[in-house]
């Protein structure tokens, strides 16, 4: 798969089947999308595109800082990554971007850079300055600008019944197995392992301390997790806690993560963490020893729902 860092940038060989969209999460809905672009263009001897948007819209046009997003723009690259997908570009939206009319984003971007012979598109797609036109604007410009619109029907798109919005949802939630369900494949963090106040090690729990650069990316709801990371090339499993440590007076949200047996120094290296499971939520307890006591309990929890996902 080639990146592009934008539409101007695109130098394809052949003529283009390309959808649009922002593919937050690249789930299932997404991924039947992209099955349908790749066989088009597999099909039809075209180059497949995916044309998509950072930073996201709402964050320019509504100065939307509280919106949180399921991928890091790096995460939403490796996961297209992973499919055969000939192009992938990510295009800056900017102010200037969106006071693009209609025609306008059809003429210079579809036509004159993507070279666009197809465009695969949900049937309640908007483009174009204030999102003024849909789908039938766009089976009209085809016309005129000799290209193919393919239209993802409501049924095809309710036939997954999955979206971004309903994935957010059950994050915030903390109900990990139903986001999981919807992407198709484990969420997860990415970041940097920091020190932290070193707790855990007083416990016997010590953790890696997670620090996550992209304040737009989602972080699930508070509560211990089940999860799963690959470190020098080996799996490992183990427990993370999102929270802020109530017990011992903490305020700061964390992510820590005691991993089962392993002890090696992690400071300053990049963790891709996946979430499994929700073992409980966060809980202020009475005592240190009757946090020590949920620790073990969520252990023991923890490592039982191992033993079935390896069974």
Do not use: C, W
């Not at 394809?12 to 593919?23: A, D, L, P």
């Not at 036109?133 to 029907?153: M, R």
């Not at 620090?211 to 972080?219: A, D, F, R, S, T």
């Amino acid at each position: 798969m080639e990146q592009h860092t934008s539409a101007e940038s695109f130098n394809g060989s052949k003529h283009t089947v390309v959808t649009i969209g922002t593919f937050d999460g690249v789930h299932l809905g997404h991924k039947k999308i992209i099955d349908r672009l790749l066989a088009s263009a597999y099909n039809n001897d075209l180059e497949s595109v995916v044309l998509t948007f950072f930073p996201h819209p709402r964050m320019v046009l509504q100065k939307d800082t509280q919106i949180k997003l399921i991928n890091s723009i790096a995460e939403r690259k490796a996961l297209l990554e992973a499919t055969t997908l000939d192009h992938l570009i990510i295009h800056p939206f900017t102010q200037d971007f969106s006071r693009l009319t209609a025609e306008e984003f059809v003429k210079t971007i579809l036509v004159d850079q993507l070279k666009a012979h197809k465009v695969i598109i949900g049937y309640d797609h908007h483009f174009g300055r204030n999102r003024n036109a849909n789908i039938d604007d766009l089976k009209e410009y085809g016309k005129q600008y000799n290209f193919e619109v393919e239209e993802i029907s409501k049924q095809d798109v309710d036939d997954v019944a999955v979206s971004s919005t309903k994935i957010r949802k059950a994050l915030l939630e903390g109900d990990i197995s139903r986001a999981n369900e919807y992407l198709g494949y484990a969420f997860m963090l990415n970041g940097i392992v920091t020190r932290g106040k070193g707790l855990g090690r007083k416990f016997n729990y010590p953790t890696a301390n997670l620090k996550i650069e992209e304040n737009y990316k989602l972080i699930p709801a508070k509560g211990v997790y089940v999860v799963r990371s690959v470190i020098g090339n080996k799996k490992v499993y183990g427990m993370m806690n999102i929270g802020t440590n109530p017990t011992v007076g903490g305020s700061d949200l964390t992510v820590e993560t005691y991993f089962f047996d392993f002890d090696e120094d992690l400071y300053d290296k990049h963790l891709q963490i996946e979430l499994l499971t929700r073992v409980r939520d966060e809980k202020k307890f009475e005592s240190v020893d009757e946090l020590i006591t949920a620790m073990q309990e969520d252990e023991y929890f923890s490592k039982n729902f191992i033993k079935t996902l390896n069974a």
